[in-house]
């Protein structure tokens, strides 16, 4: 039988995929430990009445992009509007409308490696070819580098992640308004990706204004507890969020989705103790990964990226493994040789990885 040639560009490419485990303590996927409050699994069953299974949903999201913008109203320390709100099923169907709209064909996208795959992974999908620069040795952003990047191949986005996974580190405002500015003078948009926004103490959303070429991306994956869910969000000028509803599947977010969404932003202050406990958990952690032989780079985010100094990473991740302890292994991607990233768990399951980290590190 005769089949189709995938795509030429395509062909050396693998799909995304993190390897699971049956294991008891899951720490590699940088979801949240804690399912969303009860109170959300019975509100949400009392909203399922106002659906009208045989119509259409809103098109436009719109009620969730109204309380979307009143939500990261307090982030962004200033009255957002519906219509710069961008809703898609998850941070990376979003951030592929962002590809799909202003990149594709003919065009770059940049990156600064080590940073999270999906950017350039969609961005290749999408027909763009990646230019990347690299973070230092400590992956911070090497701003020098960013500018030889950005002038030299005029990019048409440009994708910060802060903090970064898988690295943890958050950029600074100013940075972030240094590589704008050269974004912008290139008439290129620049996306932060702020999955991990919430665990870290300041956010580009300060920044996003009708006339900053700057998108900010937030998900309901990891601080939200929403993960199955599969929804996330763009915050910036309107302009640009009338350009990504040219792109998008006409009714792309279902009616129930639009709907759990809404519930959920109701759970706003249950959503920030639960960020607050993780982030007392990630200094605690952090405390007792200082007493063992490795090396860890300080994190804004609900995981740390770390190295152990005396053995290698994969033998590590094996014997995590094999005392019921999950964790990312990083150890074979580029930049991050003998590197493993632990996301923070409940308490238990944090005490769980320190304790089988001690007995063979220890
Ligand atoms: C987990 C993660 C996302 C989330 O993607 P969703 O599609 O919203 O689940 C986006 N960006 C980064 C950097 C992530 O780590």
Not at 17 to 28: A, E, F, G, I, K
Not at 118 to 124: C, D
Not at 147 to 161: D, G, V
């Amino acid at each position: 039988m005769s089949r189709p040639r995938v795509r030429d560009d395509l062909a050396p490419m693998e799909g995304y995929h993190s390897p699971q485990m049956d294991v008891d303590v899951r720490l590699n996927t940088n979801e949240s430990p804690e399912p969303p409050p009860a109170e959300f699994d019975i509100a949400l069953r009392d909203r399922l009445d106002s659906i009208n299974w045989h119509r259409y949903p809103d098109r436009t999201a719109l009620q969730l992009r109204e309380s979307i913008a009143e939500v990261e109203s307090g982030a962004a320390g200033r009255a957002l509007d519906a219509d710069q709100v961008f809703v898609a099923n998850g941070s990376n169907e979003a951030l592929q409308s962002v590809c799909l709209a202003y990149g594709g064909a003919g065009r770059s996208v940049a990156t600064f490696e080590p940073t999270y795959a999906l950017h350039s992974h969609i961005a290749k999908i999408a027909g763009a070819e990646v230019i990347s620069a690299s973070r230092d040795e400590n992956f911070n952003l090497d701003l020098g580098a960013a500018e030889e990047l950005i002038t030299s191949w005029k990019p048409s986005i440009t994708f910060l992640c802060s903090p970064n996974n898988p690295t943890g580190a958050v950029e600074t405002t100013q940075t972030i308004e240094t590589v704008l500015k050269l974004v912008e003078s290139v008439d290129g948009i620049l996306v932060v990706d702020e999955a991990y926004g919430q665990f870290a103490a300041h956010s580009a959303l300060e920044l996003v204004s009708e006339d900053r070429s700057l998108l900010v991306s937030r998900t309901f994956s990891k601080t939200w507890s929403a993960a199955a869910l599969r929804l996330g969000y763009l915050i910036g000028p309107s302009w640009a969020v009338s350009d990504l509803f040219r792109v998008v599947l006409p009714y792309h977010l279902d009616a129930f989705k639009q709907i759990a969404g809404r519930v959920a932003l109701d759970f706003h202050h249950e959503m920030e103790a639960r960020v607050a406990f993780l982030v007392e958990e990630r200094g605690r952690v952090a405390t007792a990964l200082d007493e063992l032989p490795l090396d860890q780079w300080p994190s804004g985010a609900n995981f740390i990226l770390f190295r152990p100094r005396a053995v290698p990473g994969d033998e590590l991740w094996n014997r995590l493994v094999e005392s019921g302890v999950l964790v990312r292994n990083c150890a074979s991607w580029p930049g991050l040789t003998d590197c493993l990233r632990v996301t923070l768990g409940t308490r238990a399951e944090n005490d769980r990885f320190l304790v089988a980290l001690q007995e063979v590190l220890g």
